[in-house]
């Protein structure tokens, strides 16, 4: 997702609210279907650098939707704390919609850190809530410490040349939130002397950018050269791993909450009208003050009718107005149950990325200028080619940054050899709704859709 909530984090500072992520599965018939796409869907591992991690870090992922026969592939990068699957319902949308394109959803290699093994047994919530499962240890992790953007745009690199297929395929790369920040940089980097959006045709960025596109959140950028000493102490003396969503208060280890949403999506999924399982186990000042069904739980915890924050908030609908056990009653541009189908998992690809490295936070921090700082070489960050950048541009905000996102991808367009740009705004939407919202009402697969098709034209 995104660089969401308190600070480009997918869900910081939420102190007082509920837990979760539930989901909503259909009949039999329907989970079958779901079951069957999923295998023309493959989640690929492709071999990388190495980053000094455990045993089988070296690696990233790519979920692959559409036909391997395609023409054109989009490569899409995930927010902070954002992973592959956040792609997968917009992916199915824009393959039906535009013939020639498939898409790469990209993983980080950060996921290989995350053990969902508790997934596939009888008993996911006693396996994680019980602490049965292995918790990666910031004390054992100094190799996160090295896993900024330059170990990020060198793996991407990896992936973008897979997608390319030895330079028979068109590759067009995009992102979600910082996410399309990441993009951003990509096309601006220097790999020994290539420009990266020479690797391209285009680029896509969905409610993220670079040059203050946040500005509109209120959420300051922290790159002073002061506050960068700062972070880059605390990453030396441990903190390697960004808590910014232990904010939640789901717990204080890095994938405390991450494991709660997936929890949630996967009984939601499972049972979406029985009665919350993880109701009972929710601290407290997090627990809903009625019965309420899985359906009803994610409801709670992601529409924006309920006070959450936009980055971390769809428009859905509300909980019914009475019953014993309250369900969900979907009357808004995402149903639930296509949050639910994300959120749940597979439980791989997930939507989480547990453990997001602090110094990644700081690089695209300091990226965020797009220009060759001092600060930025400082960092080993190699932004030489922003005014080089030819390639075109979709950009699409919602109401999340408040204009910021276009007027800040104006001024890349104006300071670069950019030939055109798609500017798209629904102000209707908040930050997730892109991802989840159903297609007839989605207004990122609505234009992006005809962006693409020229580009095949």
Do not use: C
Not at 82 to 103: C, I, K, S
């Amino acid at each position: 997702m995104r660089r969401e909530p308190p600070r480009r984090a997918v869900l910081g500072g939420i102190v007082g609210g509920l837990a979760l992520t539930a989901a909503m599965a259909g009949p039999a018939s329907a989970a079958g279907r779901r079951d069957r796409a999923a295998a023309r869907e493959p989640y690929v591992p492709l071999a990388v650098g190495a980053g000094g991690g455990p045993a089988g870090a070296d690696r990233v992922h790519v979920l692959k939707v559409g036909p391997d026969s395609a023409h054109t592939a989009l490569v899409l990068v995930p927010g902070m704390f954002g992973a592959a699957n956040d792609f997968r319902l917009l992916a199915r949308d824009l393959v039906r919609a535009v013939p020639g394109v498939q898409v790469w959803a990209f993983d980080r290699r950060e996921e290989n850190l995350a053990d969902r093994s508790g997934f596939a047994t009888a008993d996911p919530d006693g396996y994680y809530l019980d602490g049965h499962y292995r918790s990666q240890d910031p004390a054992a992790s100094a190799f996160a410490a090295r896993w900024g953007l330059t170990r990020t745009l060198e793996d991407l690199r990896t992936v973008v040349r897979a997608a390319a297929h030895g330079g028979r395929r068109r590759v067009v790369l995009g992102g979600h939130s910082w996410g399309a920040t990441t993009a951003m940089t990509y096309a601006a980097w220097d790999f020994d002397g290539r420009p990266g959006h020479r690797d391209l045709t285009a680029l896509v960025l969905i409610d993220g950018g670079v040059r203050g596109a946040f500005e509109g959140t209120g959420q300051p950028v922290h790159n002073s050269p002061e506050e960068v000493r700062e972070r880059l102490a605390a990453i030396d003396r441990g903190a390697v791993f960004d808590l910014t969503l232990s904010g939640v208060g789901l717990g204080g280890r890095a994938e405390s909450t991450q494991i709660w949403y997936q929890l949630a999506g996967w009984y939601a999924h499972s049972d979406p009208d029985g009665r919350s399982v993880l109701q009972p186990r929710l601290p407290d000042a997090l627990r809903p003050p009625y019965p309420v069904t899985n359906a009803g739980l994610l409801g709670t915890l992601v529409d924006a009718g309920f006070g959450w924050p936009n980055d971390i908030s769809v428009h859905s609908g509300h909980l019914a107005d009475s019953g014993e056990v309250r369900g969900w009653v979907d009357t808004g541009i995402t149903p639930i149950s296509r949050v639910a189908a994300a959120y749940a998992g597979g439980p791989e690809p997930a939507v989480w990325e547990w453990y997001w490295p602090a110094r990644a936070s700081v690089d695209l921090d300091v990226a965020d200028p797009y220009a060759d700082t001092r600060l930025a070489r400082s960092l080993g960050l190699r932004l030489l080619h922003t005014a080089d950048l030819d390639v075109p541009l979709y950009v699409f905000q919602t109401s999340y940054a408040r204009g910021t996102i276009a007027s800040a991808a104006r001024e890349v367009v104006a300071a670069s050899r950019v030939p055109y740009a798609v500017y798209e705004t629904d102000s209707g939407m908040n930050h997730l709704d892109p991802l989840f919202a159903a297609a007839s009402h989605n207004t990122l697969t609505g234009t992006l859709a005809p962006f693409l098709a020229r580009l095949l034209a």
